[in-house]
């Protein structure tokens, strides 16, 4: 089968490539040991000889039509117009052309030749797609024609995409050198962002939010918040929240409050689920000072979870009263004690921290109801959500 192939192969001639999955593919055949290379309509593809079942020479369609215009005379328009056809049948594109130009060298005025070579009738005239496009007073910008206008407005946005770019990039390196040991090396780099327009500062300053540099952080908290850039609210509830430096927890709560945007409550509920009592608190007290009426529900809700926590806080003690009954305790450690008969049980330090974290919570959640609602039903979250039922039924 191998010299089979080979002798094929030398001819270099046009084949059908019969694969042994029974598939046929036409084409011209080049050997590459292992495998051949079938080219085809300007493109190839490589199969492993072990996949080829047979090889049977032909010619290729641009053999043919080689073959179709060598019997050809130059000026033989009807010749000529039907080998064009043939052409476009067979996808020959290239080859069409050729031919409809023999056709115009023999009748210039041929219509069907002229449209088919690419031409175009202004007035009297033939003229080619570019002619017809300059006489139509177009320009050609980057491979497309368009007017002189969609030209100077497309440079225009490059430049600009240049320009932002540029300032991006002068932005970020200013940004760096806020926590650059050099008090004057800071304090230039603030002075050059000054003189930025703020809209172009707004993407790397929302990027600087999550720095690992504190300086930075500082710094474009308290840009945003100048700027009261609404895009930057969502990010900034998280780090009014859990960024890890207190001090920049209270910068960030108050550029909240510069930027006043409407939905800030509602982009702080979410955070009402976290397990961290104090990030609870502070969340709850940050949401109060927005007194958005539609989180209200969400703190009526927030407010029953904690009064279950407290619940179930009260009743781990009871359980633990019970079990100084049997002399046996386990603390909230895991550990088991064997008490002795008589003996008076301390109660968790750990345990009742957690508690009054949770009682603050309480009291912090009825706080922010008050304020938000302007009502007062304590801790009685049926009085609460009969009074939003009413309002909203």
Same mark, same amino acid.
């Given at each position: 089968?191998?010299?089979?192939?080979?002798?094929?192969?030398?001819?270099?001639?046009?084949?059908?490539?019969?694969?042994?999955?029974?598939?046929?593919?036409?084409?011209?055949?080049?050997?590459?040991?292992?495998?051949?290379?079938?080219?085809?309509?300007?493109?190839?593809?490589?199969?492993?000889?072990?996949?080829?079942?047979?090889?049977?020479?032909?010619?290729?369609?641009?053999?043919?039509?080689?073959?179709?215009?060598?019997?050809?005379?130059?000026?033989?328009?009807?010749?000529?117009?039907?080998?064009?056809?043939?052409?476009?049948?067979?996808?020959?594109?290239?080859?069409?052309?050729?031919?409809?130009?023999?056709?115009?060298?023999?009748?210039?005025?041929?219509? $069907?030749?002229?449209?088919?070579?690419?031409?175009?009738?202004?007035?009297?005239?033939?003229?080619?797609?570019?002619?017809?496009?300059?006489?139509?007073?177009?320009?050609?910008?980057?491979?497309?024609?368009?007017?002189?206008?969609?030209?100077?407005?497309?440079?225009?946005?490059?430049?600009?995409?240049?320009?932002?770019?540029?300032?991006?990039?002068?932005?970020?390196?200013?940004?760096?050198?806020?926590?650059?040991?050099?008090?004057?090396?800071?304090?230039?780099?603030?002075?050059?962002?000054?003189?930025?327009?703020?809209?172009?500062?707004?993407?790397?300053?929302?990027?600087?939010?999550?720095?690992?540099?504190?300086?930075?952080?500082?710094?474009?908290?308290?840009?945003?918040?100048?700027?009261?850039?609404?895009?930057?609210?969502?990010?900034?509830?998280?780090?009014?929240?859990?960024?890890?430096?207190?001090?920049?927890? &209270?910068?960030?709560?108050?550029?909240?409050?510069?930027?006043?945007?409407?939905? &800030?409550?509602?982009?702080?509920?979410?955070?009402?689920?976290?397990?961290?009592?104090?990030?609870?608190?502070?969340?709850?007290?940050?949401?109060?000072?927005?007194?958005?009426?539609?989180?209200?529900?969400?703190?009526?809700?927030?407010?029953?979870?904690?009064?279950?926590?407290?619940?179930?806080?009260?009743?781990?003690?009871? $359980?633990?009263?019970?079990?100084?009954?049997?002399?046996?305790?386990?603390?909230?450690?895991?550990?088991?004690?064997?008490?002795?008969?008589?003996?008076?049980?301390?109660?968790?330090?750990?345990?009742?921290?957690?508690?009054?974290?949770?009682?603050?919570?309480?009291?912090?959640?009825?706080?922010?109801?008050?304020?938000?609602?302007?009502?007062?039903?304590?801790?009685?979250?049926?009085?609460?959500?009969?009074?939003?039922?009413?309002?909203?039924?």
């Amino acid at each position: 089968m191998t010299t089979i192939l080979l002798a094929f192969l030398a001819l270099g001639a046009a084949d059908e490539i019969e694969l042994q999955s029974g598939a046929v593919i036409e084409g011209r055949v080049q050997d590459l040991g292992d495998s051949i290379k079938v080219i085809r309509s300007g493109s190839s593809i490589v199969y492993p000889k072990y996949m080829i079942k047979r090889i049977t020479p032909k010619k290729t369609i641009e053999e043919i039509y080689e073959e179709k215009s060598k019997v050809l005379k130059e000026a033989d328009v009807p010749g000529r117009l039907e080998l064009a056809r043939w052409c476009l049948q067979q996808k020959l594109q290239k080859e069409a052309v050729v031919e409809f130009k023999k056709v115009i060298a023999a009748s210039p005025d041929h219509e $069907e030749a002229r449209k088919g070579a690419g031409f175009a009738r202004i007035g009297d005239q033939w003229l080619t797609e570019d002619q017809a496009n300059e006489a139509k007073g177009l320009v050609k910008h980057k491979g497309r024609w368009m007017t002189p206008e969609e030209k100077n407005l497309d440079v225009a946005l490059e430049e600009q995409k240049e320009l932002d770019a540029a300032i991006l990039r002068e932005v970020q390196t200013c940004l760096e050198r806020l926590h650059a040991p050099d008090e004057k090396k800071r304090q230039e780099a603030i002075d050059r962002l000054s003189k930025i327009d703020d809209k172009q500062k707004v993407k790397p300053y929302l990027a600087g939010i999550t720095s690992s540099s504190r300086p930075t952080r500082k710094f474009v908290y308290e840009e945003l918040g100048r700027m009261k850039e609404a895009s930057a609210a969502r990010p900034l509830c998280r780090r009014a929240l859990w960024d890890e430096d207190e001090a920049l927890r &209270t910068i960030a709560a108050k550029s909240l409050a510069d930027i006043s945007h409407p939905d &800030t409550a509602l982009f702080l509920a979410p955070f009402l689920g976290e397990e961290s009592v104090s990030a609870r608190i502070r969340c709850v007290e940050l949401m109060a000072t927005f007194k958005d009426l539609r989180a209200a529900p969400v703190l009526v809700e927030a407010l029953a979870n904690c009064l279950a926590r407290i619940k179930a806080q009260d009743d781990n003690q009871g $359980e633990e009263s019970t079990a100084l009954v049997n002399r046996t305790i386990v603390m909230a450690d895991g550990r088991t004690v064997i008490l002795p008969k008589i003996v008076r049980v301390k109660p968790d330090n750990r345990d009742k921290e957690h508690l009054a974290k949770l009682q603050n919570e309480k009291a912090t959640l009825i706080s922010a109801l008050r304020t938000t609602t302007g009502q007062d039903f304590g801790d009685e979250v049926p009085k609460w959500r009969a009074w939003l039922q009413k309002r909203n039924p």
